[in-house]
Each structure stands twice: as structure tokens, then as C-alpha cells.
């Protein structure tokens, strides 16, 4: 897990250095403002009660801050609960591309991978 550097917080979710490397390429490909960030949490939905949430975005007042190699992740506080110890991947293979979520509060995942219950 990487450390914030304005504190000493830690991040609650890990990103693999092929995710971090996929979000380094999106932000430089993409343009995306600098004071944007990727928001990483949860949202209600999908087959199994809970869905993932990844994108940029500003930092909202409830949200917490972290650096992950230079990479800044965003999350509401109240997301850390659903996701803490989560590690974030990417794979580039011939049958699947995109980012895969390894999270150990998930109590049941759906088929597709991208929702849980917890």
C-alpha cells in the first residue's frame, strides 16, 4: 500500500504497477487536468448489490486523498469500508482488457467481476 505525502495515512487500496501504468497512459492520453484525480469507491448497483467505481474526478470535501506514485487517488470516506485492503489490476490479453478488482471484503462477486456484495 502506498503512503499519502501530505500525511502519513495510508491508501486503502493498492494499485498494481500495470494498473498504475494504465491510468499514467489514460491521464497523459486523455489530457486530463491536473487537478483531477482517480476516484476509486463503490456505488449501488449491478447483480450482486454493489458495483465499482473508477474515473477522474475532483476531490470533493468528503473525500480523502492519496498518492500512489505520483498518481492521486481520490475516495469518499465512507467507501474505504467496502474496498479496504482491495488491490486494483489491469490486464492486456487476448480475450480481456481492463481493470480487475481483487477485494477481500467482497462477500460474493458476480460473474462479470465488477459487482459484489459485502
Not at 44 to 58: A, E, N, V, W
Not at 61 to 75: A, N, P, R, W, Y
Not at 94 to 115: D, W
Request: charged share 25%.
Amino acid at each position: 500500500m502506498a503512503t499519502a505525502t501530505a500525511s502519513t495515512k495510508l491508501a486503502p487500496i493498492a494499485l498494481t504497477p500495470r494498473a498504475l501504468e494504465e491510468v499514467r497512459n489514460i491521464l497523459r492520453e486523455k489530457n486530463v487536468p491536473t487537478e483531477y484525480g482517480l476516484r476509486v469507491g463503490v456505488q449501488g448497483g449491478g447483480c450482486s448489490g454493489l458495483s465499482y467505481l473508477l474515473g477522474f474526478d475532483k476531490a470533493k470535501d468528503q473525500d480523502e486523498t492519496f498518492d500512489l506514485d505520483g498518481v492521486k487517488l481520490i475516495m469518499d470516506k465512507k467507501h474505504a469500508m467496502y474496498v479496504m485492503g482491495m488491490e486494483v489490476d489491469f490486464q492486456d490479453g487476448l480475450n480481456a482488457r481492463g481493470f480487475i478488482f481483487n477485494n477481500p471484503q467482497a462477500k460474493s462477486t458476480c460473474g462479470c467481476g465488477s459487482s459484489f456484495s459485502a
